[in-house]
């Protein structure tokens, strides 16, 4: 019962994780300002949300806030930095070593963060051996082999969208814990496997409604 | 008195707009397997949202569906294709034309949804002069002689953290009316300009963070 209890109330909106690490991100800046304290406010002011969404999702975490006298952001960066695992610890491979592939090994800070990529694969004969970051391309067919011995944790995905499922599913079967998908498509996949996806379309989409609603056609 | 009226109810949430692609994605999906109605528990269920919500966020856009018969696909998938402006014509500049700016520039079906690239700026010399998706790379210390000359909508920023501050700001200077950011900064720009942000590493630690819930550390 207390083991029940105890989960369902660590049971956070996945709305509210989604933000976390933008205010992680916004408190590491007014830190490194040396801003003491900031109000919920100022903190929606900043990140284009309502006060009052702000205090809900930080009610979560702890009682950061003091009425009237705003939120300590030294403590707040600290927990919310803890609760997304900043000392992180997983093992990645990516599948696809087109130009997106290449970006997001080689994006900065990664391997600080500690995610580390481990193999990366790929289905043209023209990059496997290749390295990239420092890791060698390794052929598509050896997907399934090198899961089965290697513990993965994420399995990222940056292929044409009409190979993303098929891949997925051999991700899932090699026990990834995570999918982090680049490609523009919905995966169908078992309820135990989390992921997370990148929608590039979607985000110039929306950016281009922006634009309309405000500038007109 | 009218005009000011009619435009308060166009206000949209940003947050609903965000999920407007989401929509219309699964929706597409859905029309291509002939699918005629769905209810908002079911497009709940699929997107990972709750059915108070969708049948909020959709009540923005008119009355597609009929308490106990679900929303009309068809119509449905039609008009947030219009508001998503699917027939689009922006011009767009790139600025970065590293791995991700590569990548994005190559991304499939930008063109025929309307998004034009017309130009490509980096200050590598090795990689000015050279053509990426039929695109020349130029100087970037022409993008701003080029943004007096031509009428471009939309800037992207694909540059390391360190310069895409100073970048936002030459491409708001040049008249661009929206920025895609994929530099992992917050970009402080005058609110006149739409800002739409690709928070790569923020992915992953959603992903990350999602990843520990559910399996410990």
């Known amino acids: 019962m207390l083991g029940e209890q105890k989960k369902k ?5 996945v709305s509210v994780i989604k933000r976390l690490p933008i205010y992680y991100r916004y408190l590491t800046i007014l830190l490194s300002r040396e801003v003491e304290r900031i109000s919920s406010r100022e903190l929606a002011a900043k990140l284009g949300l309502t006060a009052s969404q702000i205090r809900q999702d930080l009610s979560y975490f702890g009682n950061f806030g003091q009425r009237g006298y705003g939120y300590r952001v030294k403590e707040l960066q600290k927990t919310i930095g803890e609760i997304l695992g900043l000392n992180n ?18 994006y900065p800070n990664f391997s600080k963060r500690g995610f580390y990529f481990k193999a990366i694969f ?3 004969e023209e990059v496997i051996g290749e390295f990239i970051g420092g890791i060698k391309v390794l052929h598509l ?22 190979a993303a499922a098929e891949i997925a599913h051999q991700l899932v ?12 498509v919905s995966l169908n996949l078992d309820k135990e ?3 997370e996806n990148v929608h590039i ?3 110039l989409l929306t950016l281009s409604f922006r634009i309309k609603e405000k500038y007109g056609d």
Request: cysteine-free; hydrophobic content about 40%.
């Open 141 to 162: 067919d050896d997907l399934a082999g090198y899961l089965e011995e290697n513990e993965i944790d994420i399995g990222v995905i940056a292929t044409p969208p009409e």
């Open 201 to 203: 379309s979607e985000s």
């Open 9 to 13: 109330e660590r049971a956070i909106p």
């Open 122 to 124: 790929d289905n043209n």
């Open 193 to 195: 496997v989390i992921v």
């Open 89 to 106: 610890n997983m093992q990645l491979v990516l599948v696809g070593a087109g130009n997106l592939g290449r970006a997001i090994v080689n």
């Open 173 to 184: 079967r090699g026990g990834v814990k995570g999918i982090w998908n680049f490609a523009p």
